[in-house]
């Protein structure tokens, strides 16, 4: 197995993977793919969508085995959801 170490700390690591989603990404992948992931590598702006984070991080990492992945929830505010929230339709 392979353990990958970051480069950056995680403030750095959030700004350019934010930076580079805004500037390069966001208008190549969000339409028609709303709910999808995008793994960004916050070095190069290569990225991979997937459906899924393990997917689309493992599409990048056959391509660039040293990436430093940014995963983004395409069209949300963040990649999970925490909390519930119902599913009824209330009356």
């Known amino acids: 197995m392979i353990v990958r170490q970051p480069r950056y700390s ?29 793994a960004i590598d916050i070095e190069t702006g290569a990225f991979e969508v997937a459906d899924e984070i393990l997917p689309a991080t493992d599409r990048l ?3 660039l085995p040293d990436a430093q992945p940014w995963i983004v ?13 119902s599913l009824r339709k209330s009356s």
Request: glycine fraction near 12%; charge should be positive; charged fraction near 40%.
């Open 73 to 85: 929830r395409i069209g949300h505010r963040a990649v999970h959801r925490f909390g519930s929230r």
């Open 10 to 38: 995680k403030e750095e690591f959030a700004q350019r993977g934010d930076e580079i989603y805004e500037s390069q990404v966001r208008s190549q992948v969000e339409e028609g793919n709303h709910g999808k992931i995008v």
């Open 61 to 63: 990492f056959e391509r």
